[in-house]
């Protein structure tokens, strides 16, 4: 057991954040021999620098968010954990909604867990959940307008914002790219940002569907503090601190 200077610890604190997916401050006590007091001051200087997130009692180490694939791309990963998630969330979705699905591999699990649904109206900016429900005669579908983006095959805009401003739905269910204990919401696409504001702003109650890859990162641009939703619905393999912080921010966090 050495004695380490600050520097010195803060990188070993860094070096094991990287090899695991969390450590608590009175374990890396024991590792490095010194007081909870002296970790709790370097985590604390490793989240100025943006190195880690901190949850109560231990860290996490913060990663940046890289560009996000085409959604074609991304439909091949994590494809268990997003089709529990899509059927989770679309459980939660009575006959006689009105909803709005935003855009994602994971929303479009959702859609797809609809089918057969009865008397239900999805609003859209998602070609996927479209073609996903178009044959379905009970569900009504609401399409907007605005700048399509290729890549994500969803229209995002002034136009789709300005149509999300007359509509109401009751539920909102959404995919985000990164999500941090700290930085909230955020995405890496600039132009979306305010669509994804309003899509928030849209309903009283907003539903995030995240697989675990999406936590412990931060993507360019702020969309929303975590606590402006309700709901978010994640699998099992999320770490339990990252999920009990959220969960202490007013946020109901279904595991499956």
């Keep these: 057991m050495g004695v380490y200077s600050p520097n010195e610890r803060q990188k070993k604190i860094l070096d094991l954040l990287e090899q695991r997916e969390n450590a608590r401050v009175s374990e890396l006590s024991v590792l490095l021999g010194v007081s909870v007091a002296t970790i709790r001051r370097d985590l604390n200087k490793l989240r100025e620098m943006g190195e880690i997130e901190r949850f109560h009692g231990g860290a996490v180490i913060s990663l940046p968010s890289a560009p996000e694939p085409p959604v074609i791309q991304r439909s091949g990963e994590n494809i268990a954990e997003k089709e529990r998630i899509g059927k989770t969330a679309a459980a939660l979705v009575q ?8 855009s994602g591999t994971t929303t479009l699990e959702v859609a797809r867990n609809l089918v057969g649904s009865k008397n239900l109206t999805v609003i859209t900016n998602a070609l996927t959940v479209v073609n996903m429900l178009s044959n379905e005669e009970s569900i009504t579908l609401v399409t907007m307008g605005g700048i399509f983006r290729r890549s994500e095959l969803s229209f995002i805009g002034h136009l789709a914002e300005h149509a999300l401003s007359e509509l109401r739905p009751q539920k909102v269910i959404m995919g985000i790219r990164a999500i941090s204990l700290q930085d909230g919401l955020t995405n890496d696409y600039l132009p979306e940002v305010n ?44 770490s339990k601190e990252i999920i009990a912080n959220i969960q202490a921010q007013g946020v109901e966090v279904i595991v499956c």
């Design 195 to 238: 669509t994804d504001r309003a899509i928030i702003h849209a309903a009283s109650e907003v539903i995030v569907v995240a697989d675990h890859s999406k936590f412990g990162k931060v993507s360019t641009a702020f969309v929303a503090p975590i606590s402006a939703i309700h709901k978010l619905i994640t699998d099992y393999r999320t």
């Design 95 to 102: 006959d006689g909604d009105v909803i709005f699905i935003g």
